[in-house]
Structure formats: structure tokens, C-alpha cells
């Protein structure tokens, strides 16, 4: 099983995606941008490989303004080999990477102006997988679109719209549930008539079930019947509810035996998990960590390693607690470990928490920084102690410094990424 994680990173550093308005969109403006996200893109992608994430959606945003005349580039020409370096990273490494349209990509829409602008996003989308020279595998996800107070009409205008589109597009092409209009069950429906896939949702199921009383399992295995060879293998998407917000919100992290529990219930099927989750590869190396075959302690101690600082900082006992689990260098408790973690994250820190380990992370300059660097710090302290600063002013200056004197060990800890 593959899991993976949705366009943005937490936590690693020089993955940032650029954008700007589009009154500012000029051509060198672009060439700029799309230059610096096709970077950011090669270090996802660097990233992934090293920590064994082999599924992963690109960001739509990576060329600014990819379908509007606004941006008239021929960006797949001019930026030919970077998209082709890497095209080969992801082939080589074996990583299944798809796309996602937003919102605003309605094919099924009554206004024909709409539903050309979406034809002209999904061109987009199609040559930017073509260009990383990507296979029928790696698929662009698109919502139905919008019910229009006829949701049988509405059916009908996506398969009208869906016949006009090029055979590259319905290679890539396959279609989710969403958690207000179209339920997994509408969905089959259009996916049956039109013989393409369906990614199956897990929690705008649970927000727009189908009138069917079914198990998560048996929507699994009726979508399985969509997809074909060449298509790879059945991907769905999941996600969990956030215990604060309003029904179909994404928490904010998997948490892990929920998560284990679905596992379990598949059973042994074979298939790719996207996770839809707001921490994003910190949830995606948790869950592939919990189902591991190859179960080697290493991999939890260099998980520590990034949250060990956020964890201390929100609860001592459960820093020394982990410690402890980590103890035996013969054993593999990560569902444990992260539960630990879990519950220490939920935690406010306190201030003297705080400054202790702000102070301990200071350790890492105290040779080399300059000693106007060290009164700056102390006074931030000092006026984080009194009320006058956030704690979150304090992460930033300890995070410019470990940019400045190369701390790489700290630079991908969680700690500045959780305040």
C-alpha cells in the first residue's frame, strides 16, 4: 500500500510555493515563479524519496495562472528539461503522483464560459503531467461540479461535457464523491456510463452518505470495479473529522489508531491512500511508519528527532515517556509512540516550558553566534517571559539562526512549524 500526502510539505525547508496577483502577472514575472516552483516541486520530490513517500499530488499552483491567457508562455518549452529531470525522478523512484482542480473547475456547469474555462484547466493539469512524462497511471481528480436544484441534469451535463474532452484528458481523468452534491453512489453512476474510474472519499462519505447503509469497505470494493489495468492501482482518499469544526473539515492530524482501525478493515486489499490532512507528510510518514513491514526502530528515532522539541516543549512526562518506549532498540512500538506524541501535541505549552527549550535549543549557537545575537535572544526571552512578544517571535529568531550557522538538525524539526 502507498500512502501519500496532498501538494504542500510541513516542516521542510525550501518547499514554499510562489504566487502573485495577477496584475503583476508579466512574462518575466512567470518565467520567475514557475522557475522557482519547479525547484520547489524537485525538492518535494527529493524529499519523498528519501523518506519513502511514493504517492504524492502536485500542486495545481505550480505554473501561475497555468490555463488563463494571462499567462501566454509556452512554459512546457522553455522549462523542458527541468520538467523532464524531474519526470525521472519521480519514474525512477517509482512514486505515483496525480493532480486535483480546485473549485472553480466545473464541467458541468450552465454557463458555457465556465464550463470552457474548466476544459482549459484540465488541458493545463494534462500537460503538466505530459511533460513530466508521467503515465495513465498518475490521474487528475475532479469533483462533478455543482447540482443546480436538478441533480439528474446536472449528471448528464458532466457526461455531455465529458464526450468533448480529448482522449489525452479521459486517459488521466477520474471522479470523487463530494460532501455536498454528489454522493459515492451518483458518482458510480457516472463512472459506470462513462467507464473511468472512481477515487472514493472516506469522509465526504461520512458527510454526504449514500442512501445506501453501506460500510466504507463495500464502496472500496465498488469502486475497485471501475478501474482498469492501465489505469494502476485503486487510489481513495482519506481523511478524518475535525473534533472542532463543522461536518467534512479535515483534522489536523491522522490520528493513528482511527486510522489503524481502517487498516484493519481492509482487510489485506490493495490499493493507494491519499491523505487529506492539514499536517500533510507528518501524517503520511505516521501511517506508512504504523503499517510498515520492514519495522526497524531507526525510522521512529528519526521521527523523534523532529518532534522531540515540540513534544518537551508541551509536556515533559511525555518526552521522557517516549524516551523510555524508545529504550529497547529491539522492539517497534509505533503505534505507541505516536499515540504518546499525540496526546503530548494536544497540550499548551506552558511559558516555563517554553523559554527552557528555547534556551536548550540556543545551545546549538552558543560558540559560535556573535554576542549581539545572544543579547538579541535574551531580551526576547526576557520579553516573552513578560507578556510583550509571542512565543512564536522567539521561533523565528531561533529559526534564522539555524539558517545562518547551518543547523540542519534543527532546521527539520517540527518544533518551529507547531507554535
Same mark, same amino acid.
Given at each position: 500500500m502507498k500512502i501519500g500526502y496532498a501538494c504542500l510539505t510541513v516542516g521542510v525547508p525550501n518547499t514554499d510555493i510562489k504566487t502573485c496577483l495577477l496584475k503583476n502577472a508579466s512574462e518575466e514575472k512567470l518565467t520567475e515563479l514557475i522557475r522557482h516552483n519547479l525547484k520547489v516541486l524537485e525538492n518535494t520530490i527529493d524529499y519523498n524519496i528519501e523518506n519513502e513517500i511514493s504517492l504524492f499530488r502536485i500542486s495545481s499552483s505550480i505554473i501561475p495562472f497555468g490555463s488563463s491567457p494571462v499567462n501566454r508562455l509556452s512554459w512546457w518549452e522553455l522549462f523542458d528539461d527541468q520538467l523532464k529531470q524531474i519526470g525521472d525522478k519521480i519514474m525512477r523512484s517509482g512514486m505515483r503522483v496525480s493532480m486535483h482542480p480546485g473549485q472553480y473547475t466545473v464541467l458541468n456547469a450552465l454557463d458555457e464560459e465556465i464550463v470552457t474555462k474548466a $476544459?482549459?484547466?484540465?488541458?493545463?493539469?494534462?500537460?503538466?503531467? &505530459?511533460s513530466l512524462g508521467v503515465g495513465p497511471e498518475s490521474k487528475i481528480v475532479l469533483h462533478v461540479g455543482g447540482r443546480y436544484d436538478d441533480k439528474k441534469q446536472a449528471m448528464q451535463r458532466f457526461i455531455r461535457a465529458y464526450d468533448h474532452l480529448s482522449d489525452a484528458i479521459k486517459n488521466r481523468l477520474i471522479i470523487e464523491n463530494d460532501d455536498k452534491? *454528489?454522493? /459515492?453512489? &451518483? $458518482?458510480? %453512476? /457516472?463512472?459506470?456510463?462513462? %467507464?473511468? #474510474?472512481?477515487? *472514493?472519499?472516506?469522509?465526504?462519505?461520512?458527510?454526504? #452518505?449514500?442512501? %445506501?447503509?453501506?460500510?466504507d469497505v463495500y464502496w472500496i470494493d465498488e469502486s475497485r470495479k471501475t478501474w482498469q489495468q492501465k489505469d494502476g492501482k485503486q487510489k481513495i482518499h482519506y481523511s478524518q473529522q475535525h473534533p472542532e469544526k463543522k461536518p467534512g473539515s479535515h483534522s489536523d492530524s491522522i490520528r493513528i489508531e482511527e486510522f489503524m482501525e481502517f487498516y484493519d478493515g481492509l482487510d489485506g486489499r490493495k490499493l493507494d491512500v491519499m491523505l487529506e490532512v492539514k499536517d500533510k507528510n507528518l501524517s503520511a510518514i505516521k501511517c506508512s511508519n504504523c503499517i510498515a513491514q520492514t519495522q526497524k526502530i531507526k525510522a521512529l528515532e /528519526? %521521527?523523534?528527532?523532529?518532534y522531540k522539541y515540540a513534544v518537551l516543549e508541551r509536556s515533559p512526562l511525555d518526552y521522557l515517556e517516549i524516551r523510555k518506549l524508545l529504550h529497547n532498540k529491539n522492539d517497534y512500538p509505533a503505534i505507541g509512540f505516536y499515540q504518546i506524541i499525540e496526546n503530548a501535541l494536544q497540550k499548551e505549552a506552558t511559558t516555563g516550558n517554553s523559554i527552557n527549550v528555547a534556551q536548550h535549543i540556543w545551545g546549538y549557537f552558543r560558540n559560535s553566534a556573535l554576542p549581539s545575537e545572544k543579547k538579541y535572544f535574551l531580551k526576547l526571552l526576557e520579553r516573552y517571559e513578560r507578556g510583550e512578544v509571542s512565543i512564536k517571535?522567539?521561533?523565528?529568531?531561533?529559526w534564522k539562526m539555524a539558517v545562518k550557522y547551518e543547523q540542519k538538525y534543527l532546521l527539520e524539526s517540527y518544533y518551529y512549524e507547531m507554535v
Open positions: $476544459v482549459a484547466d484540465l488541458n493545463y493539469h494534462n500537460c503538466l503531467l &505530459d452534491n *454528489f454522493t /459515492i453512489g &451518483d $458518482v458510480l %453512476e /457516472i463512472a459506470n456510463h462513462l %467507464e473511468i #474510474p472512481v477515487v *472514493f472519499d472516506t469522509l465526504h462519505n461520512q458527510s454526504n #452518505p449514500c442512501a %445506501e447503509n453501506q460500510s /528519526i %521521527e523523534w528527532s523532529k517571535k522567539v521561533k523565528k529568531n531561533l
